[in-house]
């Protein structure tokens, strides 16, 4: 995938009392259980220790104007901050507060939230299935769009999602985005005012496509669906298609054999690395895909072992060994499933950014080492190994590596703007690149292979 994303932090604070963490970009991100950061790229993943929680509250103390809550399930618990107060406390300082749940969980938080909180069960019956998102959108009309806040990603709330499970939160502070979910919601709620009209209210098979879908959020291109109207399957098919260099995949249940075939196809090409985890009860159900995947992708496919806890996780990373690449992540609460894309109520995110597709990595590599995965460092091309020459250079620039048939190297020229002016997968011990029309001056030439990316200064003269 082509194309380069920056990632940046430019945000207003918020604080969690408990947690003393601070969101200072316009895209966070939050994992309920360790990570390693011996592979980060500079950004640190961050685990919230039993705080995501109270993280939570500290978004819901923020809203001023309007909540809207989507959750499959809020389990109470005294052990867990109370996130029915938040909730009440909102609403009696002036808060609109609406809340979507499903009709078929437990959802033993909700008759804790007040009666004056409208509220809305999804419908049952044959011809449903669940409401199995988790989102909570914070002043999305706000006239200061710094006020609009998107909270989603993989957590139920109860006392296991927050401090046993594998489980990731994505926190976004963008009007529009929070707006496209508003539409979601309120097309569930069959209105745009505080009483839900079950009338014209939609859900699963009869929800429509009605939303935006892309977005640039601080620079970074991000890609929004719901199930079932949207057709995520056929958009973690096409992410998993475009990936060049490397693929990893945490998931709760994953049955779809299309998909599974999508990463076979990768994970049978020279130098290409796919490797993922899956919860062991989602065997259950996916035992074949599993099967046909482990088959091809062996050591590198692995069931998380963690006996007291569930890999509730359902996430992508595409090319994030490839900064040269379009590095992305793919989350939300979206399972691998035909009924996640053709009959409960979803949401999927795709954000196109190189340091979210790092930090993702960062967890996965966590939950890798976790459950007995041993990572592949063989080989791996350094900085060093690297000779350029001439340099200075005139007419052309020759890149003398080794070249490791079992990982893919990647090689980009850059001016001093940024502008790529040559981009390509070099196969050969020796590459030469004609810089005879190019300007004098200095050059950047980034080199990716494996799990590294180093950059070597070119002067021409």
């Not at 909180?117 to 200061?144: C, E, R, T, W």
């Not at 970074?220 to 096409?238: C, G, H, M, Q």
């Not at 940024?418 to 020796?430: E, P, R, T």
């Amino acid at each position: 995938m082509r194309g380069i994303f920056y990632f940046g932090f430019l945000f207003c604070c918020i604080v969690s009392i408990s947690a003393q963490t601070t969101l200072n970009g316009k895209i966070k991100v939050y994992f309920t259980k360790s990570v390693d950061t011996t592979v980060s790229k500079g950004i640190y993943a961050e685990q919230l220790l039993k705080a995501v929680d109270d993280t939570l509250v500290a978004y819901i103390n923020r809203a001023k104007f309007s909540l809207d809550i989507a959750i499959y399930n809020y389990t109470y618990a005294s052990t867990i901050a109370d996130i029915a107060a938040a909730i009440n406390n909102a609403y009696n300082r002036g808060v609109k507060v609406r809340i979507i749940y499903d009709g078929s969980a437990g959802n033993t938080g909700i008759p804790k939230v007040s009666s004056f909180v409208p509220k809305l069960a999804s419908p049952q019956g044959s011809n449903y299935n669940i409401m199995h998102n988790k989102f909570v959108i914070v002043d999305a009309k706000s006239s200061n769009a710094t006020d609009a806040i998107v909270w989603t990603g993989s957590t139920n709330w109860s006392n296991n999602m927050f401090y046993l499970d594998a489980n990731n939160v994505v926190i976004i502070q963008d009007k529009p985005l929070a707006l496209a979910y508003r539409t979601e919601f309120e097309e569930m709620w069959g209105d745009t005012g505080m009483i839900p009209n079950t009338t014209n209210s939609r859900f699963g098979q009869y929800k429509t496509d009605n939303t935006q879908h892309q977005f640039i959020i601080d620079g970074k291109t991000v890609e929004l669906y719901f199930s079932p109207s949207d057709d995520a399957n056929s958009r973690i098919i096409n992410a998993i298609s475009k990936a060049d260099s490397d693929l990893e995949f945490c998931m709760l249940q994953f049955t779809r054999s299309d998909i599974a075939n999508a990463i076979i196809s990768k994970a049978q090409g020279a130098g290409f690395v796919a490797m993922g985890i899956e919860d062991p009860s989602g065997l259950l159900v996916g035992q074949t895909v599993y099967n046909n995947m482990k088959a091809v992708m062996g050591d590198s496919l692995l069931t998380d072992n963690q006996s007291n806890s569930t890999l509730h996780h359902k996430y992508l990373i595409v090319d994030q060994s490839n900064s040269m690449a379009d590095p992305i992540v793919l989350t939300g609460s979206h399972n691998w499933t035909t009924s996640a894309n053709t009959t409960n109520d979803e949401n999927t995110l795709i954000i196109h950014d190189s340091t979210i597709a790092n930090i993702y990595y960062q967890e996965f590599v966590a939950r890798f080492k976790e459950s007995g995965g041993v990572l592949s460092m063989e080989n791996e091309v350094r900085a060093a190994d690297a000779t350029i020459y001439p340099n200075p250079g005139g007419a052309e620039i020759n890149i003398s590596m080794p070249v490791n048939a079992g990982m893919k190297t990647f090689v980009k020229l850059e001016n001093i703007l940024g502008q790529v002016l040559f981009s390509d997968q070099i196969f050969d011990q020796v590459t030469n690149i004609d810089v005879s029309d190019y300007k004098r001056g200095m050059y950047f030439l980034k080199i990716a292979t494996g799990t590294t990316t180093f950059v070597k200064k070119i002067l021409l003269n």
